[in-house]
């Protein structure tokens, strides 16, 4: 089954990191074209956090800039988001959304994974 895989996630005090993993599981002829992360806290509505597009290109919310980070591996099949001097009010469930290019197919489709959490508290 194709699916992305996220991972990373956990309880941390503020002012320290988490690197959060979005991997493609279940076929080699996918790979990453783009892929956004979003988070929504409980009670809130889900927001983009970061994210990079096909060319490579990354934008960062102005929520979490200088803080986050998001990068995608050589092979594109992971992209990671680098989380640093973390606040309370990251503290939300964190997705990724990604464009997965099928090279058999020569074409997209849409996942999203399945969530992680992130919860900041001393």
């Known amino acids: 089954q194709v699916q992305l895989v996220e991972s990373g996630g956990g309880a941390v005090q503020p002012g320290g990191s988490l690197r959060l993993s979005c991997a493609v599981s279940g076929s080699s002829s996918l790979s990453i074209s783009a892929m956004d992360w979003y988070r929504q806290a409980a009670g809130k509505e889900r927001e983009l956090v970061a994210g990079?597009?096909?060319?490579?290109?990354?934008k960062i919310a102005e929520s979490v800039k200088g803080r986050f980070a998001i990068s995608r591996d050589n092979a594109k099949t992971t992209v990671y988001l680098q989380m640093n001097s973390l606040k309370a009010e990251d503290t939300a469930m964190y997705y990724c959304?990604?464009?997965?290019?099928?090279?058999?197919?020569?074409?997209?489709?849409?996942?999203w994974g399945q969530g992680t959490l992130v919860t900041v508290s001393s």
């Open positions: 990079v597009t096909r060319s490579g290109s990354t």
């Open positions: 959304n990604g464009s997965l290019f099928d090279r058999w197919a020569n074409g997209y489709l849409e996942l």
